[in-house]
């Protein structure tokens, strides 16, 4: 497909079980982010890969939140020890070139809800 | 600290109407504002952006009026339609060498028939 990717789209689990959320960028994009979107709020930033820059982990609301990008290219945001506050959306976006404030084009997001 | 404020948090329209949304920025490092439009379960799309060296910028229906003193900026959307029915939001990025968007809280769009 020609958009990003994201899955999975829906995940519910319990409360202080691990979760990986996984997002697949356009290709040729070398910019990603992540971004929480919780119910009724705007989107809230939480990461951002450059290519083989150092990521921007300043968004991270704790330390139970990490991500990797593998190879340039797919990312996975990782929860640990989940808690109810981190039910949410959790949208990837990417873009071509962030220096030039190119658009960032977003997935759909996976719902995340914490029982 | 929420540097994007936008109102209303929603808006009710007749069809054929003007929809307007207004966002207020504090960070003067800003010098990319985009709305972004969202359906229900679907991820935010973009439906026009704005740099600060303008003041207005027209796409068919929709126009973002920007106002640099003021550090405000709004969409305006024209002959409103019942399928923009929609969550809008604001952003803006700059102020560093990641382009991450700021967004405002959204404001949600119901158009009327």
């Known amino acids: 497909g020609a958009g990003v990717s994201q899955s999975p789209s829906n995940k519910v689990t319990e409360k202080g079980k691990d979760v990986e959320l996984r997002c697949d960028p356009i290709?040729?994009?070398?910019?990603l982010y992540w971004y929480r979107q919780s119910l009724g709020q705007g989107l809230e930033f939480l990461i951002y890969f450059q290519g083989n820059s150092a990521p921007d982990k300043s968004g991270l609301p704790s330390d139970r939140f990490s991500a990797e990008r593998t190879g340039g290219s797919v990312s996975t945001l990782t929860i640990q020890r989940t808690q109810q506050e981190d039910s949410a959306v959790y949208l990837c976006?990417?873009?071509?070139?962030?220096?030039?404030?190119?658009?960032?084009?977003f997935g759909d997001g996976t719902r995340l809800s914490i029982l | 600290q929420q540097q994007v404020k936008q109102s209303p948090q929603s808006l009710i329209v007749q069809k054929g109407g003007i929809s307007i949304i207004n966002c207020a920025y504090e960070?003067?490092?800003?010098?990319?504002f985009p709305w972004y439009q969202q359906f229900p379960g679907k991820g935010p799309a973009l439906l026009i952006a704005i740099r600060p060296d303008v003041s207005e910028k027209k796409e068919g229906r929709f126009t973002i009026s920007f106002n640099k003193s003021a550090k405000q900026f709004s969409l305006h959307i024209m002959d409103s339609q019942p399928g923009d029915s929609a969550t809008y939001f604001c952003?803006?990025?700059?102020?560093?060498?990641?382009?991450?968007?700021?967004f405002g809280t959204g404001t949600r769009l119901q158009v009327t028939l």
């Open positions: 952003a803006a990025s700059g102020g560093g060498t990641a382009s991450k968007l700021t």
């Open positions: 960070n003067t490092a800003f010098d990319y």
């Open positions: 290709s040729g994009h070398t910019a």
């Open positions: 976006a990417s873009s071509p070139r962030p220096r030039d404030n190119q658009p960032q084009h």
